[in-house]
């Protein structure tokens, strides 16, 4: 989308506001021993309770009102009462919503507990290349450096990035144009970064694979060889001057 209105900045910032809120209680929420269903519960309540509605199980009708991944797992993982956490998971919490009529989205990795899988390391890549992908993104910028400058983030720091799910454009809908934003330099995408545009930028930044698999839920993306993976996302508006980052309430 492309901000053209004040109606539609303010709508903007409504629905990302939620989303950011309900992310930052949601990681504040999650303990040892608890199941990714009552994570997910607790965040369908607090949507409810702030006017959102879920993104994913409206437009998709995915089993769940947020997606919580775990480990392997990259994205789109569906809460469930048999997945308990343990002390050192690595957690995503995903959370993207409707507020009258207007999408926001924003996601984070974190390590539970202990990290006694030694993740912290790639959580913190994933937040960092994150920061300086968005300080980067211009009005021209052509998106593909964008996903270079991620590769060559990860790479540096000894980290592969997952090439076949990617950030995208959103506003009146979860998923507009640019429809991949990729974490890696895609040659056939020219498209560039327009202003005023509003987009959800992710990193995907995993410890070994470059690929994801859909698993026997059909729904939950995760690695073949049990490589982790680590995701944060902001919802932003591409601006002449300094980005403008929505989803800034959710802490990342």
């Given at each position: 989308?492309?901000?053209?209105?004040d109606?539609e900045?303010?709508?903007?910032?409504?629905?990302?506001?939620?989303?950011?809120?309900?992310?930052?209680?949601?990681?504040d929420?999650?303990e040892i021993?608890?199941?990714?269903?009552?994570i997910d519960?607790?965040?369908?309540?607090?949507?409810?309770e702030m006017?959102g509605?879920?993104?994913?199980f409206?437009?998709y009708?995915?089993?769940g009102f947020?997606?919580?991944?775990?480990?392997n797992e990259?994205?789109h993982g569906v809460p469930?009462?048999k997945?308990?956490l343990?002390?050192?998971?690595?957690?995503?919490?995903?959370?993207?919503a409707?507020v009258?009529?207007?999408?926001?989205?924003?996601g984070?990795?974190?390590?539970?507990?202990e990290?006694?899988?030694?993740?912290?390391p790639l959580v913190?890549?994933s937040?960092?290349i994150?920061?300086?992908?968005?300080?980067?993104?211009k009005p021209?910028v052509?998106i593909?450096?964008?996903g270079?400058l991620?590769?060559?983030?990860?790479k540096?720091r000894g980290?592969n990035?997952?090439r076949n799910?990617?950030g995208?454009g959103i506003?009146?809908k979860?998923?507009?144009e640019p429809?991949?934003i990729?974490c890696?330099k895609?040659r056939?995408?020219?498209q560039?970064f327009r202003v005023?545009?509003?987009i959800?930028?992710?990193?995907?930044i995993?410890?070994?694979?470059?690929f994801?698999?859909?698993?026997s839920?059909?729904w939950?993306?995760?690695t073949?060889?049990?490589?982790?993976v680590a995701?944060?996302?902001?919802?932003m508006?591409?601006?002449?001057?300094?980005?403008?980052i929505?989803?800034?309430?959710?802490?990342?």
């Open positions: 989308m492309i901000i053209k209105t109606a900045l303010e709508g903007m910032k409504a629905a990302s506001h939620v989303v950011a809120r309900v992310l930052k209680k949601m990681k929420y999650v021993g608890m199941t990714t269903k009552e519960d607790y965040g369908g309540k607090l949507l409810a006017g509605k879920s993104a994913p409206v437009e009708k995915f089993p947020t997606c919580i991944s775990v480990n990259a994205c469930s009462t997945k308990v343990k002390n050192g998971d690595l957690i995503n919490i995903d959370v993207s409707n009258d009529g207007y999408y926001g989205d924003n984070c990795s974190f390590v539970l507990g990290d006694v899988q030694n993740l912290q913190d890549a937040h960092e994150l920061t300086k992908a968005i300080a980067n993104i021209k052509k593909n450096e964008i270079h991620i590769h060559s983030e990860a540096k980290f990035v997952i799910i990617c995208h506003g009146r979860l998923h507009e429809s991949e990729a890696w895609d056939m995408n020219r560039r005023n545009s509003v959800a930028v992710e990193t995907f995993s410890t070994k694979a470059k994801v698999y859909e698993a839920d059909g939950t993306l995760k073949k060889d049990g490589s982790f995701q944060h996302e902001h919802t508006i591409v601006r002449d001057g300094i980005p403008e929505l989803t800034w309430e959710n802490g990342i």
